[in-house]
């Protein structure tokens, strides 16, 4: 253990990457750029050695879906297993009486160590959907707003849902109590963390930046503000998608019948 830290300094040390993230304008990264590199590869590694274990677990059911299923199942495990992690760690973010008493600007390193995984994370999105060309990923976000950044990590907790729905249908459990249930958890989740929690937050975040002010440029500042307010939008757009989605796969009679159950 203690040579694998001292291995870990001597990465943190290296002349170049110091001088690059400095350069890049982000020179906390100094301290966590390894940590962030070796959680992509972790990501990776779990990518490529879910299809194995969810054979084990599913069996025939895993072993009947296409290879393009077996590929988007082995991402959703990664998203889940990021999912779980940063929602459990960005609830303590909130308590922290540095970031509480600067919510701005405030530095914490439990926070920066959430974030190391969030990018480390995104990171690893980047590499997927440029080889597969199938989405757009994201960098790595100056250190500030630790304290509203935890908010939208939040988000993340419908996410997990999300995912258990999908897999719900690959396992041919497509209309079925179990999947109703989760439906109803993923509707009421969305709607706290993202429509609720989201939009008080939003609020919040740009009350503050009015208030005292931005370390960044002000055509950096309304890019960010109309891409939050765009996201917020497609957010209650997605809401109405998905109750419109749920009543058109559990019908009335479904539903009052799942309530008896219960």
Same mark, same amino acid.
């Given at each position: ?20 993230? @400095?350069?890049? /304008? ?8 390894? =940590?962030? $590199? &070796? ?17 084990? @677990?599913? &069996? ?12 988007? #199942? *082995? ?30 600007? /405030? ?8 974030y190391t995984i969030v990018c480390g994370y995104f990171l ?8 597969? @060309?199938?989405?757009?990923?994201? &960098?790595?976000?100056?250190?500030? $707003? +630790?304290?509203?950044? =935890? ?14 729905? #999908?897999?719900?249908?690959?396992? /041919?459990?497509? *209309?079925?109590?179990? +999947? %109703? ?14 429509? @609720? ?13 009015? =208030?005292? /002010? !931005?370390? !960044? ?9 109309? *891409?939050?307010?765009?996201?917020? &939008? ?15 796969? %559990? ?12």
């Open positions: 253990m203690a040579s694998l830290a001292l291995y870990y300094q001597q990465l943190v040390d290296l002349p170049a990457a110091q001088s690059l993230c @400095v350069l890049v /304008g982000l020179p906390k990264l100094i301290s966590y750029w390894p =940590a962030l $590199l &070796g959680i992509s590869i972790v990501f990776q590694l779990l990518r490529l050695s879910s299809n194995t274990l969810s054979s084990l @677990v599913f &069996g025939a059911k895993f072993d009947s879906l296409s290879a393009r299923q077996k590929y988007d #199942w *082995g991402i959703r495990v990664v998203s889940q297993v990021h999912a779980i992690i940063v929602v459990v760690l960005a609830v303590p973010v909130f308590f922290k009486e540095e970031l509480r008493r600067d919510t701005l600007y /405030g530095f914490n390193d439990h926070a920066a160590q959430l690893w999105d980047i590499f997927v959907s440029v080889s597969d @060309v199938k989405k757009v990923g994201a &960098g790595f976000v100056r250190p500030s $707003l +630790q304290y509203y950044g =935890a908010s939208f990590i939040m988000f993340e907790a419908s996410t997990i849902f999300l995912n258990i729905n #999908w897999w719900l249908d690959k396992l /041919g459990m497509t *209309g079925s109590r179990l +999947q %109703f249930y989760n439906a109803s958890i993923l509707l009421s989740l969305y709607f706290i963390v993202r429509i @609720v929690f989201g939009t008080y937050m939003s609020y919040s975040l740009f009350k503050d930046l009015d =208030a005292h /002010g !931005t370390q !960044t440029s002000t055509t950096l500042y309304y890019f960010y503000r109309v *891409g939050n307010h765009a996201i917020l &939008g497609l957010s209650y757009y997605w809401f109405y998608l998905m109750i419109s989605a749920v009543k058109k796969r %559990f019908p009335t009679k479904v539903v009052d019948k799942a309530k008896k159950v219960a």
